[in-house]
């Protein structure tokens, strides 16, 4: 971990950034503990029990569910976190993907940063500091983390889930550092198949109609676990806010006023859980595409002789084929291809027509 930024000491704003898998909110809520621990974070006491489970009264975690965050939910934010702490020293709010945060929101998180109450610590995370403002990056104490090494995640799998080495050697140089998705690969079956399925996609381009139908393939794929993910969670959620509005309630004294006055607030959660849902579609899409970037760029490294871990050295033999016959231009562009897909989908170009064009470029 590399801290950087203006001064030294404790300060009320902390901005921790690094690449997927890095650790970016594990270190974030880890030096929340450090905060509320009367020792400085020890990892036995009640109160870095607490933080470490979610359960402590003074931090508060905000996960921005959908495509953004918006100005609403950060005024009612700040509203919380003006609030005094209940038992330790500080009141911590630690923001995840606060990238996610659209542009009136971060003005209004930028007036908070920028005078905090006393006791108020705010911790965001973001991939990247230019994917935040400017005014909220100077006014941040900087904390960058760096990918870990593959020998790092594979002892955290081997030591703290019970994966076989080989196991967990695989999983962590196919998820290049990701903590999360190499736990993921090692211990869910699933999630191998469809990893095997995308990486199986490049040899599956032999005409236009079968780039066609891996689209399709790719798209329902991302629609499917986006549905599974989102169901139970959805009919919940929709359960719990009718029976707050009186719905399905009878008797004399029901308000028949305040069954009506849910329908604006059950209109409101379904806009949440459809830009929920399109995230997740949309994360899962993203996943796939740099599991092809990982692919061409082994095969890139191979072309040029580079001396460096493949990330799927289990597809050795088909990754030598290919290098040996296409160029290292070829390679480039289909690279370019697929990160150019990732910049459509962030535009909201419709999945189905960004992913046909990356697949016939693929092909090409």
Known sequence: ??????????????????????????A????????????????????CHQVL???????????????????RQTRELILRAAGAPTQGRWRVILFEDADRATEAAANALLKAIEEPPPRTVWLLCSPSPDDLMITIRSRCRLVTLTTPATEAVAHVLATRDDVPP????????????????ARALALDEDVRRRR?????????LTGVGECVSAAERLVKTAEDEAAAATAALNENETSELRKLYGEGSTGKGLNRGLVRGGAGALKELEDRQKSRATRLKRD???????ELVSYYRDVLAMQFGAAVELANDDLRFELDQLARSSTPEETLRRIDAIMQCRERLAANVNPQIAVEAMMLALRS
Do not use: K
């Open 1 to 26: 971990v590399v801290a950087g930024g203006r001064g030294a000491g404790m300060t009320h704003a902390w901005l921790f950034t690094g690449p997927p898998g890095s650790g970016r909110e594990a």
């Open 284 to 290: 899962s899409l993203d996943a796939a595409l740099l």
């Open 166 to 181: 080989d196991i967990a050697r695989f999983a962590a140089r196919a998820a290049q550092g990701h903590i999360s998705r």
């Open 28 to 47: 974030a809520r880890a030096f929340a503990a450090a905060l509320m621990c009367p020792d400085g974070g020890c990892g036995h006491c009640d109160q």
């Open 53 to 71: 489970v979610g359960s402590h009264p003074d931090l508060e975690t905000v996960r921005p569910e959908g495509l953004s965050y918006g100005v």
């Open 196 to 204: 095997e399925a995308v990486l199986a996609i490049p040899r599956s």
